[in-house]
């Protein structure tokens, strides 16, 4: 299972990339706006710093919801570092979107993925990667890993080589169920990551051998 950070804040992802288990990023403009960056230079270079620190996939997504539109942005993007990934919201546009830099072989990650027929409709497309939005479907009482289990199935089906990102992911045990399910990556935020190190059991384990060794070595 691939982990990735999702956020734009630079200190986060050199703390997650100096863990040593760190395959990839994504961000989203929310994220990016609430890191503060701001303008298409000011973005793009973001995007550059990213991938300067992170061996591995960066989510970078574009603005325009029309295809025109997605084509130039997202051409712009994925000239920036052969890293990127072009990040593309599940509507029409964005289908045809998918299908012409999957003919190209630009990676995409369809996202905003909320039901299996979108997931299906993405892969159908060529999509690299979708992410369907485990939190936000928690939020308003719909399973969301209940969803990442469904695809799972689908694609396993059709032998689709879309990679199921399990997204919007906000605490440890979502990221343990994803992996039970067969997530292929999920993305989550820096917290979530380092919460699965902790237990009670390991911080008093660690505390009694540091005792006893003081003990035996006064
Ligand atoms: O990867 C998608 C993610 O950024 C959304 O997360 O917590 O805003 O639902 P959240």
């Known amino acids: 299972m691939k982990f990735f950070i999702d956020t734009a804040n630079l200190n ?7 863990m040593g288990i760190l395959d990839g990023v994504t961000t989203n403009p929310s994220l990016m706006a609430k890191e503060g960056i701001t303008g298409p230079s000011n973005i793009l270079q973001h995007y550059r710093d990213i991938c ?56 995409t990650n369809c996202t905003l993925i909320f039901s299996a027929g979108q997931a299906l409709l993405a892969a159908k497309a060529g999509a690299t990667f979708i992410s369907p939005f485990v939190g936000r479907l928690d939020d308003i009482s719909t399973d969301g890993l209940a969803l ?10 059709y032998a689709f080589e ?39 059991l390991t911080d008093i384990g660690l505390q009694q051998f540091l005792a006893d060794f003081d003990k035996g070595n006064k």
Do not use: W
């Open 52 to 107: 300067s620190i992170v061996d591995g996939p960066v989510s970078a997504e574009v603005i325009a919801t029309e295809y025109e539109g997605m084509i130039r942005e997202g051409e712009e993007l994925a000239a920036l570092h052969k890293n990127i990934v072009v990040k593309i919201p599940m509507i029409i546009e964005g289908i045809k979107a998918l299908r012409y830099f999957s003919n190209k072989g630009i990676k």
């Open 148 to 157: 990442i289990e469904q695809i799972r199935t689908i694609y396993d089906n």
């Open 12 to 18: 986060e992802i050199k703390e997650a990339n100096a």
């Open 162 to 200: 879309t990679e199921i990102l399990a997204a919007s992911v906000r605490h440890p045990m979502h990221i343990v169920h994803c992996a039970e399910i067969g997530a292929d990556v999920m993305t989550g935020p820096l917290n979530a990551i380092k919460a699965l190190a902790k237990h009670p």
